[in-house]
């Protein structure tokens, strides 16, 4: 402790500290108030953690986030992503966050400033101020865990450890949904409406955990050259097989459009992965084969593109007219539920009018979502963040390739094609606000500052050629001066 700067506290006053927690922590047991008591006892355990490595604790919250929806951990998530964010602050007190991402992202987070000032600004044109607050709430926090990501993560080990984290949260979510039967249940109820009948692993809406699930399964690619050990590549091998079966128990249809446009990506933008890429198809169809043996309705629902789009088609319809009405700065965050009604008669034949009407939906595809709620304006500097970003990424690729650090390299071509595979999933999604994505995005920059500071490795460094002989002259007759 003495090392980090941080002051001495006696046992003594640990011990008693420990004493009056459980104390409490018991109470909350006995009075049956068990996700109370179970948030206690996470926040007990992870909090010496945000303060003693913030990167580690970053890495556990995003593990977490495939299971935030489980009901019996209450408040358990919340605490833990409070922590993060008090440890982050302590940081910034402390002065041991890094500013050099700052600088030399000076562009891409005046560019996320802008977007989060012209969220807020939606809020006074909002039919419904209540709900647009609520949403650039949600947002804020989101763009939050963007910078918290950039400032924390400083070498290949940390951005490792997310990528180890997307991996063990969605295997840690499949096994939570095939313990609880919710694997069999979807093979019972295979031909059920939309909301029943499908694999959800850890909770929540199965199309936003199969968009999670694809992000693993392609930083499980990038984690391969890390690594020469052979326990090591099968357990990463066995995860990618386990969560293949989560994502295509999903029935996420979108989310299968999503992973063939990545891996079509993958192909072109990275010529000499595809034979890696091409070995992790084949492990992806052993999970496809489990599925299809355990559950055939899955998959016939996932290929079934034709068989109806439970009501997007009606909803992108009426989210595009109202963009046609309001094309510069949209109806309001959060606003498309209130406006959609007054529309039910002014799109043109709806089939699922009750998803317009009756019961309104969200968009479900964010790039939309953000064009009728605000703008031009609000889409356009969304898209110069996400560019930004990906753009990084590749950045990043090149300048490890180049000092010989190939490993690294292939580490940021998967976090460049992961964050692609779940831009492309939000395209049937509105989930903009999920703290994965913006960590992934978080993760390009990160990177690049990492490759402009990393030496080349001494085979680089062997191979270049001596200086000129007179930038050599230069140099000495400088030093004689």
């Given amino acids: 402790m003495a090392d980090r700067g941080l002051p001495r506290v006696p046992p003594a006053a640990i011990a008693a500290l420990a004493l009056v927690l459980a104390a409490v922590a018991g109470r909350f047991f006995a009075d049956g108030r068990i996700g109370l008591g179970l948030a206690l ?22 593990a977490i986030l495939f299971i935030q929806d489980v009901a019996a951990l209450s408040v358990g998530p919340n605490t833990v992503g409070l922590l993060v964010f008090v440890g982050w602050i ?43 607050g609520n949403g650039v709430e949600s947002w ?19 951005v490792a450890m997310i990528a180890i984290a997307f991996i063990v949260g969605s295997v840690i979510s499949v096994a939570f949904g095939v313990a609880n039967g919710a694997l069999s249940a979807a093979a019972e109820s295979a031909n059920e409406s939309v909301a029943q009948g499908r694999f959800t692993g850890g909770g929540g ?77 084949g492990a992806a169809g052993v999970g496809l084969g489990i599925v299809a043996a355990a559950n055939p309705g899955a998959i016939a629902r996932m290929t079934d593109v034709g068989g109806g ?4 088609s009606d909803l992108w319809t009426v989210a595009w007219k109202i963009f046609t009405d309001h094309p510069w700065v949209g109806i ?17 034949e ?14 479900h595809n964010v790039y939309l979502q953000l064009l009728t709620e605000t703008g031009v304006v609000g889409f356009l500097i969304f898209l110069v963040v996400i560019l930004g970003s990906l753009r990084a990424s590749w950045l990043a690729a090149r300048l490890f390739d180049a000092s010989g650090h190939v490993a690294y390299g292939d580490l940021a071509r998967a976090a460049l094609m992961a964050t692609i595979a779940m831009l492309a999933a939000q395209f049937f999604i509105s989930d903009g606000d999920d703290w994965r994505l913006w960590i992934l ?30 930038t050599q002259r230069r140099t000495a007759a400088s030093r004689s001066t």
């Fill in 140 to 158: 804020l926090i989101a763009i939050v865990a963007f910078v918290v990501a950039l400032t924390t993560l400083r070498s290949p080990r940390d």
């Fill in 205 to 281: 809406d199965p199309n936003v955990q199969a968009a999670g699930f694809i992000v693993a399964m392609f930083l499980c690619a990038g984690l391969w050259s890390l690594t020469s050990r052979r326990l090591t590549r099968v357990a990463l091998l066995l995860s990618f097989v386990v969560v293949t079966i989560g994502f295509f128990a999903t029935q996420s249809r979108g989310g299968l459009l999503s992973l063939a446009f990545a891996a079509a990506a993958g192909l072109v933008l990275l010529p000499r992965q595809r034979k890696r890429l091409l070995g992790l198809a």
């Fill in 332 to 348: 309001g965050l959060e606003n498309f539920p209130t406006i959609e009604p007054r529309y039910t008669l002014r799109s043109g």
């Fill in 350 to 363: 709806l089939t699922r009018v009750d998803l317009v009407a009756e019961i309104p939906h969200l968009v």
């Fill in 41 to 62: 006892v996470l926040g007990v355990c992870y909090g010496p953690l945000a303060f003693l490595d913030l990167a580690m604790a970053l890495a556990v919250y995003v």
């Fill in 90 to 132: 302590g940081t910034l007190v402390t002065r041991s966050a890094r500013p050099v991402a700052v600088r030399e992202h000076s562009r891409l987070l005046i560019a996320l400033a802008l977007l989060a000032l012209w969220l807020t600004l939606s809020i006074t044109w909002a039919d419904n101020s209540a709900e647009a």
């Fill in 309 to 312: 789009t439970s009501g997007r």
């Fill in 441 to 470: 995005l978080a993760l390009g920059p990160v990177l690049l500052s990492v490759a402009r500071r990393t030496p080349p490795s001494d085979a680089v460094a062997q191979a270049r050629p001596p200086a000129p002989l007179f």
